[in-house]
């Protein structure tokens, strides 16, 4: 069967000796189905496993979930607690200022270890391995655990949770800071180092051009995150608004739980927005959105 011939001058028999000549193009291997259908086998089963091994698949999960409808959601409308507002608007403000300085405190430790931690601009491994493996312990643990270690190592209040969120947010931002760092292009730095410019022209000039986009939009990100992560912190004694949550929560006092918990939720709203803001005017990401003059119109 040859390229010139025709779909109606194709036979079931050409389609036959086509296959049997190559029949990698009409499917996988034996070998590699094999594989794919273990996999896909394997897969079903644990998720199955797991299923029944935690329990949504007895009666008792269903139950817990007819009872979650009738009893906490059912005593959670409508909010009550307006008297309290002020009360809860200052505690959300608090933890709004609990995520900045968490989140800004991550940052500026973490840009000077961010370089040692990329393979591109430290030569010596040791202290490049060093720094990695460091940044992936101060992120091994959750903010809580660290926020349980600051309340008792300084006591109760906001301060325990800004630096549970600022030890936390350092590991990370390395990590992050480091891999936009090592995907940068050579070709800059190579410009400013033949014009004569030294390891601090480099950075300058080379590598935060290239950079610094990345992390602040990065940054941006994290500080978002860390506004929901700050609202649980105080339920352990770290300030904030968590604080009241877990004090309303453990006296069933559901109906103001739910207005602290409306509250979050327009924060993150406000934040995200005000968050997309910044990125957009900082680093131009408002212009890469805008469509293409000859894109299809639909």
């Not at 992936?136 to 959750?142: A, G, K, T």
């Not at 709203?269 to 408002?286: C, M, N, P, T, V």
Request: hydrophobic residues 50%; glycine residues 10%; proline residues 4%.
């Amino acid at each position: 069967m040859t390229m010139s011939s025709r779909l109606t001058d194709i036979t079931e028999a050409d389609i036959a000796a086509e296959r049997e000549r190559n029949p990698g193009v009409f499917g996988a291997p034996l070998g590699e189905r094999l594989y794919a259908w273990m996999a896909w086998g394997g897969t079903t089963a644990l998720t199955g496993y797991c299923l029944y091994r935690f329990g949504f698949l007895s009666g008792d999960f269903l139950h817990g979930v007819s009872k979650f409808g009738d009893t906490v959601v059912g005593q959670m409308f409508p909010p009550e607690g307006y008297e309290n507002l002020p009360i809860f608007l200052k505690a959300i403000g608090e933890t709004v200022a609990m995520a900045f300085l968490g989140t800004l405190l991550g940052a500026f430790w973490a840009l000077p270890l961010s370089f040692l931690a990329s393979k591109n601009m430290m030569r010596s491994r040791p202290v490049q391995f060093g720094t990695r493996r460091f940044a992936d312990l101060l992120r091994s643990f959750d903010y809580l655990i660290w926020a349980l270690i600051f309340v008792r190592a300084v006591g109760l209040g906001p301060l325990a949770g800004i630096m549970a969120i600022a030890i936390v947010e350092t590991g990370t931002f390395i990590k992050l800071y480091s891999e936009a760092i090592e995907n940068l292009d050579r070709k800059q730095i190579d410009g400013v180092t033949s014009l004569g410019g030294n390891w601090m022209h480099r950075i300058w000039f080379g590598v935060l051009p290239q950079v610094l986009p990345m992390m602040l939009s990065n940054t941006l990100y994290m500080f978002e995150h860390n506004v929901r992560s700050a609202s649980i912190l105080g339920i352990v004694g770290a300030g904030g608004i968590g604080f009241l949550l877990g004090d309303r929560l453990r006296a069933y006092e559901l109906r103001e739980a739910c207005l602290i918990i409306i509250l979050i939720i327009i924060t993150v709203y406000a934040i995200d927005y005000l968050s997309k803001f910044l990125r957009e005017q900082l680093i131009g990401d408002h212009k890469r959105r805008e469509p293409i003059d000859d894109a299809v119109q639909i």
